[in-house]
């Protein structure tokens, strides 16, 4: 083993021959039993240490509960907020049946218009001249009165459920061989009063003025004049001769 | 002895064989050439060394942190066995009571041996160097056997350069009587 190399930096009050005479006298070495020992212990740490890292490299990590079971913990959190989330977020399907009450049924045709019957744009026309009918047909949905049987709809009117009723009268329309677009673009929508006024028993409005009209024209001797506004009155309603009175539906039989 | 706290065994070995000798001599001189105090000194401070291979951080040059740690194992010495401190040590009444006990272990430790004229200028030189004050013993060894220079003298004795430089001279002066009273 080399010794330190010893005077390397002198001060200037240093002495050269004191210096000279110090190396030369100053040789002791430790014993070598010390040196011995001394790197002994130094090898037995790095040993020590070695073994040491072994050790805590052979036993796996130790991880406490919650740090185990932390991510998985996090996981769950973030997956039950995203759902929350998706779960108040407005849908689709939620809003969707209010907007398919506003849109015309396309169910097939059940029900064949008639000859002789008029046409759904002279009943619409019709409508539109008499105020009361046009206060009736702010109840339907799409559907001329005219494109349903007068027959079957006044023999329906008291048997056929309410609810069947209204299908049948809301998928009108295609009953009467029309598109749903020309249906829409009618300028009042228009729908059976006479089932709605039999199942109901209630005169829709003007129902008792026209047969009032009636009676009045042919009261006056005017039956052309009565039976042009029972055939009016069978446009606007099919049931009209059901609020004339008994003295008249033998003649409103007559009447075509 | 970044090396060697990476688990570099021949590192160490390296650095001990640099340095050993001369902090033995550090121990020694200050243990007025008692072996045996030596010995154990040298060896705590090695010892200290290897347990502080992990800690040990690059702030001053190695030479500079063992001579600490060697100063301060010898200032524990001093407190233990003589129960005085360093600082007191640079007194005059100290400084005479400190003669005369290496005067009472040269008269005891003659050797008939060594009675040449090597062995009568050493006995002479350790001598004079064990009636310098400690603190300018301290200095001096530092200088001469640590090969440390006055700033890192200053720097881990904590005094300045002035006084370290003074310490020096004064040890100096005394060493160089011994030398000349010897010619």
């Known amino acids: 083993m080399s010794n330190h190399e010893r005077g390397s930096s002198r001060s200037p009050d240093g002495d050269a021959a004191l210096d000279r005479a110090w190396q030369q006298l100053s040789d002791e070495q430790p014993p070598p039993s010390l040196d011995a020992a001394i790197i002994a212990a130094a090898h037995k740490s790095i040993q020590g240490r070695d073994e040491h890292a072994q050790v805590v490299r052979a036993r796996p990590p130790y991880r406490s509960w919650p740090t185990r079971w932390q991510p998985l913990a996090a996981a769950a959190a973030v997956a039950g907020l995203a759902f ?169 039989r007559t009447v075509e | 002895m970044r090396a060697y706290g990476d ?26 050439g008692h072996s045996a105090t030596a010995d154990e000194l040298h060896q705590d401070l090695w010892l200290k060394v290897i347990g502080a291979r992990e800690r040990y951080e690059t702030q001053a040059k ?35 009571q400190a003669e005369e006990s290496v005067a009472a272990s040269r008269d005891g430790s003659e050797d008939p041996l060594h009675a040449t004229i090597d062995a009568q200028a050493r006995r002479r030189l350790f001598a004079a160097l064990g009636t310098v004050p400690a603190l300018q013993r301290d200095a001096f060894l530092l200088h001469v056997e640590g090969g440390l220079s006055l700033e890192e003298i200053a720097s881990l004795t904590a005094a300045s ?23």
């Open chain 2, 62 to 96: 190695f030479s500079t942190w063992l001579y600490t740690l060697a100063r301060h194992r010898m200032v524990d010495h001093w407190r233990s066995r003589h129960g005085i401190s360093l600082a007191s040590l640079e007194d005059e009444a100290t400084v005479t």
């Open chain 1, 84 to 252: 929350v989330l998706v779960q108040s977020l407005p849908r689709d399907r939620d809003v969707a049946p209010s907007m398919r009450k506003e849109e015309p049924v396309t169910t097939p045709a059940a029900v064949q218009e008639q000859p002789g019957i008029p046409s759904s744009s002279e009943a619409i026309k019709a409508k539109t001249e008499s105020p009361p009918a046009a206060a009736v047909a702010r109840e339907s949905v799409t559907a001329p009165s005219s494109t349903i049987d007068q027959k079957s709809a006044a023999d329906t009117a008291t048997a056929m459920p309410a609810t069947e009723l209204d299908q049948r009268q809301i998928a009108a329309p295609e009953m009467s061989g029309r598109s749903a677009s020309e249906a829409a673009a009618a300028p009042v929508p228009a729908r059976t009063t006479a089932a709605t006024a039999a199942r109901d028993n209630v005169a829709p409005p003007g129902a008792a003025d026209r047969a009032a009209r009636v009676t009045a024209l042919y009261a006056a001797g005017d039956v052309a004049g009565a039976a042009d506004a029972l055939r009016e009155f069978r446009v606007v309603d099919p049931g009209a001769d059901m609020y004339l009175p008994e003295s008249l539906r033998d003649w409103a």
């Open chain 2, 7 to 32: 688990g570099d065994a021949r590192a160490f070995e390296a650095l001990y064989g640099r340095h050993r000798a001369a902090t033995y001599r550090y121990f020694l001189r200050h243990a007025d």
């Open chain 2, 161 to 183: 350069g002035e006084t370290v430089k003074s310490r020096l001279r004064y040890a100096y002066r005394r060493l160089r009587a011994a030398l000349e009273d010897m010619a």
